[in-house]
DNA sequence: CTATCATATGAATACACAAACATATGAATG
DNA sequence: CATTCATATGTTTGTGTATTCATATGATAG
């Protein structure tokens, strides 16, 4: 074997290494995060329960558009509805959410920190 | 006006928005966890530092597409690199990658462990 | 049971982006 | 300094998907 050669390191790391399928749901779970609009949404959320036509208007979209990625996020179980008449109300399923979005924005303000603290050595 | 109304309700939940640009970075930020590639690379150096045709090598992927991955997940400050002679190893640079992960994984089990029950409870 | 409001769904379009290919940079070795 | 190995980058192509428009469902009131 004449080009470098990683076997050893890679045993190990294959073994901790979850499977192909776990994997991808876990990339498809944070598919759902990567986009504003669910995002916006579900922040929106945080504070209380909102239906459809509430959060059209908060957001300054179709109502279409919303009802589309309301049924995404309902799959994948992170916002709940319930219906009152014709209005549909629609809450976070589940605190994991507020969790990984939290964790998320933390990591920004962290980074834009350390942004800050460059522009300032960069000053000197 | 005889629609429904929901100003009231939005008043509160616009104040607690963050604004456009975060939401924005947030989802960007996610957008990053939400490719299988980005992950697999992400966990495969929970273990250890990888040199690039390592991950290329676990992931059974062309050297040019880990490289390109690599670039994003660097700009995002996921990962960091040294430089040793003609090869390159990359690491984790932040733990905050590890909670974010952590946390979706977490979230993954508790859902599988849902749908378990409601496939027990469809067979009574 | 018809009209209207609230939401959902289907189809079409437009855009973003991952992977592959080709090629460039950059370091070490003889 | 030319060659080879390791990585990076530019470009293209195909695929996925968010949004919009049009329309369907579903619920309530008169």
Redesign the pocket.
């Known amino acids: 074997m ?3 050669d990683h076997t050893d390191v890679l045993i190990n790391v294959k073994r901790e290494l979850p499977g192909d399928e776990v994997l991808c749901d876990l990339s ?1 779970l944070f ?1 759902i995060f ?5 995002v916006k949404i579900l922040y929106s959320l945080f504070e209380s329960e909102l ?4 959060i ?1 208007e908060l957001l300054g ?12 996020l ?1 799959d994948e179980n992170l916002v709940a ?1 319930r ?8 809450y976070l399923a589940d605190d994991h959410v507020r969790t990984i979005i939290s964790m998320g924005y933390e990591h920004l303000t962290e980074k834009r920190e350390t942004v800050k603290k460059e522009a300032l050595q960069a000053d000197e």
Chains 1, 2 share one sequence.
């Open positions: 004449n080009k470098h498809d598919k990567g986009d504003t609009t669910r239906c459809v036509c509430a059209a979209m179709n109502q279409s558009a919303i009802s589309h990625q309301l049924r995404i309902k509805n219906r009152s008449g014709k209005t549909v109300y629609y």
